[in-house]
């Protein structure tokens, strides 16, 4: 079973990455792991020429390509997004848009392969979860349009520098406990 993580950040070394890592470190027990940060990657705009919506493909040729290449190879997908003005990084969301090509909402559309397992981890530096829940909003819905099925989710919130993840490690853990056994059911099944 393969598991990609990935930082939704464009910062490689802040708290969002730290979650990610530690979320990288605990999976690699039973998958192997690959972690990207979403700035590892160059990619242009969506035009929003819907030339997708007749082809299935885009008409921009450049590392988002590379990024869905990684999606394909998972199993598993574990984004990890901390809040920018209460949604994801922009980085991050002029990706989801390139994935247009890959969105079951118009006919033909690439797609992935299918039984993929998606999860969503939201962070922020404020006190009320309501926008960690927005934040894993937005991912859940970028995960239903490529049919990667939605299997869980955690927010955290007062988390604004990398020290304050070591707090939370038990609660990643047992997030990552979860995401090993179901990818033990998936396996068996």
């Not at 921009?60 to 999606?71: G, P, R, V, W, Y």
């Not at 909003?137 to 993840?165: D, K, P, T, W």
């Amino acid at each position: 079973m393969n598991a990609l993580i990935v930082n939704c950040s464009p910062v490689r070394n802040g708290a969002t990455a730290e979650i990610a890592g530690i979320i990288a470190r605990q999976l690699s027990e039973c998958f192997a792991v690959r972690s990207v940060c979403i700035d590892d990657y160059r990619f242009a705009f969506c035009r929003g020429c819907r030339s997708c919506h007749q082809t299935a493909e885009c008409v921009i040729h450049d590392d988002a390509e590379k990024l869905m290449a990684a999606f394909e190879w998972a199993d598993t997908v574990v984004c990890v997004s901390p809040s920018y003005w209460a949604d994801v990084p922009g980085q991050f969301k002029a990706f989801i848009d390139r994935c247009t090509p890959w969105c079951n909402t118009h006919e033909p559309h690439a797609a992935l392969s299918p039984g993929k397992k998606g999860y969503a981890i939201a962070l922020r530096t404020g006190p009320g979860m309501k926008e960690c829940e927005r934040i894993i909003g937005s991912i859940e819905h970028f995960f239903g349009h490529l049919e990667i099925q939605c299997s869980g989710h955690l927010g955290f919130c007062s988390v604004e520098y990398r020290e304050a993840v070591e707090a939370r490690q038990e609660e990643i853990e047992a997030f990552c406990r979860m995401i090993m056994e179901e990818g033990e059911r998936t396996d068996e099944a």
